[in-house]
């Protein structure tokens, strides 16, 4: 296929903003879906594994754990993966691991080696298909890119309202060793999908400008200069401090009804509230994202998302009964959907296209120590305070301080940049494109690719809008 040079995202290719685009936003809705959902739909087998091999449910917990460890912590193993050999490849490649690993998981006679299989191997071929499809979602939106990561985002509610009763009943029917070997067979759809990402084919370019597109061919497989963009640090740190308290709600509020003894199948409706809730707010989120004058100022929206995440944990912890955990979920839901909406279309108007298979990366890395971290400590204040108040305060402190260092940051840290190339490599291809318009023996004729390129390098690049000081790009 060229790997590098055929899938890397030309910067002489407009994105189509539609056509195939589609086909390829249902390939990453889908991945999403499966990304984000799988991990908690597998807790539908904890009480028949733990019945089998005569465990604890700390223990069982640990799948959904490495499962979401390995979703984030592979980040920059994806990103090299896709800089040396395109999106297509590694996406078909994660969708057999994802498989293998759960149909391999189906015969496993002990929890350490479903730990391997349905936790690490599973996990990787699902990190392997996630990030490539962003990436690729990237280079065939811009103008629609918010609507487009919107819709892709709303996925993972879907896809959990449909597997965890999935998983209820192919564990009343086949047990979970024929629940485990059909869900493998399901998540060969990933490699469907990754079919889908068909790498945008650069234009055909004179005999002059062979030898410079040949040089932008040798890219490093994993760019640390992103981290010379004070936006991508300010993000990088907010994201890592929000993870921290971001996920823990959601894992504790069917315990917290329990726990004003309600009925378990009543406590476990509040997750149908937040992701029926959820299913909606991420494409409208992404719709108000993509209007004409929020989108310049994408990145506080996106820290109003988070403070209103946090604004939620904390009136949640005021909730004595279930009716104030029913608001709390509606509202939750609303929160948390705008905020998955907006992660990675904010990463990516600051890093533009470029960089951004890279940038992923390393922010999936920083989050992943923090995902760690998070709902264990958690758990930890609970034991200790016996209260979940204190739990879903400290939760809000995360989330709201998390939107302040990205508001504050990006207000008196990012300056306006003058219009010029961010990188070397940019610069080396304009200087290089300007001598050779410059040896053309005839000046009455101008390559017709050459002009829509060098129009394209100048007030506004392939997703990236030069003019938005907010986002430091």
Same mark, same amino acid.
């Given at each position: ?52 091999f005569g465990i604890g449910y700390s223990d069982t917990a640990w799948i959904s754990s490495i499962l979401l460890a390995m979703l984030y912590g ?190 378990? !199948?009543?406590? @476990?409706?509040? *997750?149908?509230?937040?992701? +029926?809730?959820? #299913?909606?707010?991420? =494409? ?115 989330? !709201?301080?998390? @939107?302040?260092? *990205?508001?504050?940051?990006? +207000?008196?840290? #990012?300056?306006?940049? =003058? ?55």
């Open positions: 296929m060229g790997a590098v040079v055929a899938d890397d995202g030309p910067s002489g290719v407009k994105a189509p903003d539609g056509g195939w685009g589609w086909a390829v936003l249902f390939g990453c809705f889908i991945i999403t879906g499966f990304s984000y959902a799988f991990p908690k739909a597998v807790s539908v087998f904890f009480k028949e594994l733990i019945r089998e592979t980040g920059p193993l994806c990103s090299v993966c896709v800089n040396r050999f395109g999106c297509r490849p590694v996406m078909l490649v994660g969708g057999l691991f994802a498989s293998m690993g759960m149909v391999i998981a189906s015969f496993c006679t002990s929890i350490v080696q479903i730990y391997l299989t349905a936790g690490v191997i599973t996990g990787l071929g699902l990190a392997l298909n996630f990030q490539p499809s962003l990436i690729m979602l990237n280079r065939y939106f811009d103008k629609r890119r918010p609507l487009a990561n919107g819709l892709s985002a709303a996925g993972s509610p879907v896809f959990l309202c449909a597997l965890s009763p999935l998983g209820q009943i192919l564990q009343h029917e086949y047990g979970w060793r024929g629940g485990f070997l059909i869900l493998g067979g399901m998540l060969l759809n990933c490699c469907v999908c990754g079919a889908l990402m068909r790498p945008l084919e650069p234009p055909k370019k004179s005999e002059a400008t062979k030898e410079p597109a040949e040089k932008k061919a040798k890219k490093k497989l994993l760019d640390f200069s992103v981290f010379k963009d004070g936006g991508f640090v300010i993000y990088t740190l907010a994201a890592s401090i929000m993870v921290l308290g971001l996920f823990v709600p959601p894992v504790f509020v069917v315990s917290y009804a329990k726990d004003l003894r309600y009925q378990d !199948t009543k406590a @476990a409706f509040l *997750l149908t509230i937040l992701g +029926f809730i959820d #299913i909606f707010a991420r =494409p409208i989120c992404g719709m108000v994202a993509g209007l004409k004058w929020v989108r310049p100022r994408c990145v506080y929206l996106f820290s109003f998302a988070m403070i209103f995440n946090g604004f939620t944990d904390l009136m949640g912890s005021m909730s004595v009964d279930y009716a104030g955990l029913v608001v709390f979920c509606i509202f939750f839901g609303i929160s948390y959907g705008m905020v998955g909406a907006l992660q990675f279309e904010v990463l990516m108007a600051i890093v533009g296209t470029q960089k951004f298979s890279s940038a992923i990366g390393l922010v999936l890395l920083a989050e992943a120590m923090a995902v760690l971290i998070g709902p264990p400590s958690a758990g930890k204040l609970l034991d200790a305070t016996g209260r979940y108040m204190f739990v879903f305060i400290i939760a809000g402190i995360e989330v !709201t301080t998390s @939107a302040l260092v *990205l508001a504050l940051g990006n +207000f008196f840290c #990012i300056k306006k940049k =003058p219009e010029e190339p961010h990188t070397k490599e940019e610069a080396a291809e304009r200087e290089e494109l300007n001598k050779s318009e410059d040896k053309t023996p005839e000046d009455a004729k101008v390559d017709s690719i050459e002009v829509e390129q060098f129009l394209k390098d100048e007030p506004e690049k392939n997703g990236e809008v030069v003019t938005n000081p907010e986002t430091c790009v």
